[in-house]
């Protein structure tokens, strides 16, 4: 059985904790409500038990230091890594420990997402893709490095050796890099837009190590060339694979980073097809989180993805 995981408490809700992000709610609920209205959702809803995430979870991607300021006050460290710039005290309605409490509900959806694609072969996580959070800090609108501390936690249950990252975020997934240097049992593949983040470098030296499979793409018309040529060349003896599925290279993606590729809605199905037909190809189990989207029609990529999946079950 396909499954999607699916709780209200994913959506960040920026604005109750006096963040200014773009990302609207709309990329879950319309993605939701229209999938709803064609499958009938008891079909591929799993709302759970899910995995747990606990404390100790956390230092296999990020430093003690780093968890104990996170469980000590959270509030500093999310104003860094959302930009303290957009906080605006008079909108905040919600503690920054509840935010924290999200975060961490969106790594147990990316680990539980991780543990069903091994038991049904495909599993998506509405959520996570938490990239550029670091070893040492979080950056970028990520805290928690979802996706590192999910394979990690399988490698360490003897539950899968070897792991595969392919990233499809228009931004470079530098947190997921730093982490996993020099790890041979996780390869990462990274396509993303030649020139966004991180934009001069980064804020951190470690922001500019190089993926296993580093797929920097100036031009929307050669990324999915590219993309195909680079599946062709990957090993395919992994036992599991997690894809960051950013919809942030859709042209209809509000950030002025998107602009750099601007790809239509049908190449976004495209890139998710050819990704999905690989996998399966390899018999690899795949799991999905969500990446980066902004602005009010993101949920489209998501959505026709999701609805040509389970069509294929």
């Not at 040492?136 to 990520?142: A, K, L, N, S």
């Not at 394979?151 to 050796?161: D, E, G, M, T, Y």
């Not at 060349?233 to 993606?253: C, K, M, N, Y």
């Not at 969500?290 to 959505?303: D, I, L, N, Q, R």
Request: hydrophobic residues 35%; charged residues 20%.
């Amino acid at each position: 059985m396909v499954v999607i995981i699916y709780d209200p408490c994913l959506k960040p809700h920026f604005e109750d904790f006096g963040l200014t992000i773009p990302m609207d709610d709309s990329r879950w609920e319309k993605t939701l409500r229209e999938l709803s209205s064609r499958i009938p959702r008891a079909s591929w809803h799993y709302a759970g038990p899910w995995a747990q995430v606990e404390r100790k979870d956390l230092t296999l991607a990020h430093e003690q230091i780093y968890i104990e300021e996170l469980f000590c006050d959270p509030g500093p460290s999310i104003l860094k890594a959302y930009e303290g710039d957009r906080y605006w005290t008079g909108n905040s309605t919600r503690p920054f420990s509840e935010f924290f409490e999200r975060a961490l509900k969106n790594v147990s959806a990316t680990l539980t997402a991780c543990e069903k694609a091994l038991s049904s072969g495909w599993a998506y996580g509405m959520g996570g893709g938490m990239h550029h959070a670091l070893s040492f800090t979080g950056q970028g609108f990520c805290l928690l490095n979802d996706g590192v501390i999910a394979l990690r936690s399988l490698q360490k249950a003897k539950r899968i050796r070897r792991a595969l990252i392919i990233d499809v975020d228009i931004h470079k997934g530098d947190g997921t890099i730093e982490i996993t240097f020099g790890d041979e049992s996780i390869t990462t593949v990274d396509f993303h837009g030649g020139k966004t983040w991180p934009l001069c470098g980064g804020l951190y030296a470690q922001s500019n190590l190089p993926a296993d499979y580093n797929r920097p793409i100036f031009c929307g018309s050669d990324y999915l060339p590219t993309l195909e040529k680079t599946l062709r060349e990957l090993p395919r003896d992994f036992d599991l694979a997690l894809v960051v599925q950013g919809s942030d290279l859709f042209e209809g993606d509000i950030l002025s980073s998107s602009r750099e590729l601007g790809l239509s809605l049908a190449q976004m199905l495209e890139r998710d097809q050819l990704i999905h037909r690989w996998l399966s190809s390899c018999g690899i189990p795949q799991a999905y989180c969500m990446g980066g989207g902004y602005g009010e029609s993101t949920w489209k990529v998501y959505f026709q993805y999701l609805y040509w999946a389970l069509n294929l079950a």
